[in-house]
């Protein structure tokens, strides 16, 4: 069981170019590559980024997903040389993104977080009384002070002064920095 710690520790994600439309084929075809050749304690997850969208037809709500990055998939893996291979040649892959023939480069914490593959906790160094700014979001550029810093769900109360007036406003960690 340690083994699979140690793996879950340096696996890391990569992108895959495929085909245009090839994408939840490429994804099928990898993980019955996986499960065939017992690859699960290097090849861990294989992912394609959606959202959901609302879309009206007819008068007709319905709830949509659309691929976020279509022609590309996402999987997390301990890069070597039989992992390498196996992605490399599924059907419908055409290579890893990265600089040419070299080393397929992983994506890092930041880009993962940014992406939507995984959710990646943040560390925030804040606490009740500090004052940040707003990096991102509707309110980018406003400062405010932190009223409540909630660390299990990722989420930060911040007091910002919008016409005039006080205004608390529940923002995401990677939407604050502090000052």
Not at 140 to 164: C, L, N, P, W, Y
């Amino acid at each position: 069981m340690n083994n699979e710690s140690e793996n879950q520790v340096q696996a890391q994600w990569y992108v895959i170019h495929t085909y245009s439309g090839y994408e939840n084929k490429v994804m099928d075809s990898l993980l019955s590559v996986i499960e065939n050749m017992s690859l699960q304690d290097y090849i861990l997850e294989v992912k394609i980024p959606v959202e959901d969208v609302l879309e009206i037809k007819n008068d007709k709500r319905k709830i949509v997903q659309h691929k976020l990055y279509p022609g590309y998939v996402m999987i997390k893996m301990i890069m070597n040389k039989q992992t390498r291979y196996v992605v490399r040649n599924t059907r419908g892959v055409t290579g890893f993104v990265g600089p040419g023939s070299k080393e397929p480069i992983p994506l890092s914490n930041e880009e993962v977080r940014r992406m939507g593959v995984e959710n990646v906790p943040i560390k925030l160094n804040i606490i009740k009384g500090d004052f940040v700014n707003v990096i991102s979001g509707p309110l980018d550029g406003f400062q405010g002070t932190v009223e409540e810093v909630d660390a299990v769900h990722q989420k930060v109360r911040v007091i910002v002064s919008m016409f005039g007036r006080e205004t608390p406003v529940e923002l995401d960690f990677g939407q604050v920095k502090r000052l």
